[in-house]
């Protein structure tokens, strides 16, 4: 078992490693994207963090969000 415990990524670097916008990022997030987690109480806004590995995931393995992004 691996006891390395991965840090939180901020929304800009993971936006710069999946090669979108920030703010894609941030509707993703919104929409329940796996390895997004929002931290605060705010109804308003956030403070979002991301798990680069789970995100990864996410992205590469097919995993869908809770509300997906609709195919274009």
């Given at each position: 078992?691996?006891?390395?415990?991965?840090?939180?990524?901020?929304?800009?670097?993971?936006?710069?490693?999946?090669?979108?916008?920030r703010?894609?990022?941030l509707?993703?997030?919104?929409?329940?994207?796996?390895?997004?987690?929002?931290?605060?109480?705010?109804?308003?806004?956030?403070?979002?963090?991301?798990?680069?590995?789970?995100?990864?995931?996410?992205?590469?393995?097919?995993?869908?969000?809770?509300?997906?992004?609709?195919?274009?």
């Open positions: 078992m691996n006891s390395t415990i991965e840090s939180f990524s901020s929304a800009e670097d993971t936006a710069r490693f999946l090669c979108i916008t703010r894609h990022l509707v993703m997030a919104r929409r329940g994207m796996r390895g997004a987690y929002g931290l605060g109480t705010g109804t308003k806004r956030k403070v979002w963090v991301f798990r680069l590995s789970e995100v990864s995931q996410a992205v590469t393995g097919g995993a869908r969000m809770a509300s997906a992004v609709p195919a274009e």
